[in-house]
């Protein structure tokens, strides 16, 4: 996706209007209830814990705001994004995904929250709920997984977008719900961390709300050369977490 069909893009998904079965399809998926196994992970901010760096509301808050734009939106929110508008390039951005995740937990939680959606999207069709729509001649690393066929789960970031994509919902819209579901599960994962109350998580969830439209017009603007996955000191972390003697998440 180069740069101006990007900012083209989030020109038309500004005056698109969602039907309602859109819309509670996309609540559906960033739901906290989703059985996808969100609530495991802390995505290296209890070892940002254990190491002083974040101990009460307002470093928690920066640093979840540093996340989701250092972190997030230079890489899983552009995959969403870029997905979304190209399913047929879910294979390739999968293997993207799994090549720039730094440490091995970082990779089990991408595995392990895109085989659980996989397993969600075939306990629908078996039920005989409408979830997923796969394009004609191409069938998807989550499609595969859910027909029994050996494959490698997706990524959950590609997982995310090809559910969200059969909603009929813009690319711009699929990565404003990923990126909000990822502010609820983080926002809980400081709550249990630090910890924190219940009115300091809402007032550091209003602040990712209020810098998640932006972070997703910077995805969606993306080139390819320009996606990337880099930040040192949250890799350090996530590795220091593995053997992190007492902990609550798995990453």
């Not at 083209?8 to 196994?37: E, Q």
């Not at 711009?172 to 719900?177: D, V």
């Not at 880099?230 to 003697?245: D, G, K, R, V």
């Amino acid at each position: 996706m180069d740069r101006t069909a990007g900012m083209r893009m989030d020109t038309m998904d500004t005056t698109t209007t969602i039907t309602d079965a859109t819309l509670l399809r996309l609540i559906w998926l960033a739901s906290p209830a989703l059985p996808v196994g969100g609530f495991s992970y802390s995505e290296g901010l209890e070892a940002a814990v254990e190491a002083g760096l974040v101990h009460d509301e307002t470093s928690a808050g920066d640093w979840l705001v540093d996340q989701l734009h250092v972190a997030l939106a230079r890489s899983d929110l552009a995959v969403v994004a870029a997905v979304a508008a190209n399913p047929g390039r879910a294979d390739a951005l999968d293997a993207w995904v799994r090549q720039t995740r730094e440490t091995s937990e970082l990779r089990l939680q991408t595995e392990q929250m895109g085989r659980s959606l996989g397993e969600w999207e075939k306990s629908l069709r078996n039920a005989g709920v409408p979830s997923a729509t796969r394009p004609t001649g191409w069938q998807s690393p989550v499609g595969r997984v859910a027909e029994g066929t050996p494959a490698l789960p997706a990524s959950y970031p590609v997982a995310f977008a090809l559910a969200a994509a059969s909603s009929g919902a813009s690319p711009r819209h699929i990565a404003l719900t990923f990126a909000f579901g990822w502010a609820e599960n983080m926002t809980q994962s400081a709550i249990k961390s630090v910890p924190l109350g219940q009115g300091s998580g809402q007032r550091m969830l209003a602040r990712l709300a209020a810098d998640i439209p932006a972070a997703v017009d910077a995805a969606c603007a993306l080139q390819d050369d320009e996606r990337q996955a880099f930040a040192p000191m949250l890799a350090i972390l996530s590795a220091q977490h593995e053997t992190q003697y007492s902990r609550l998440f798995r990453s």
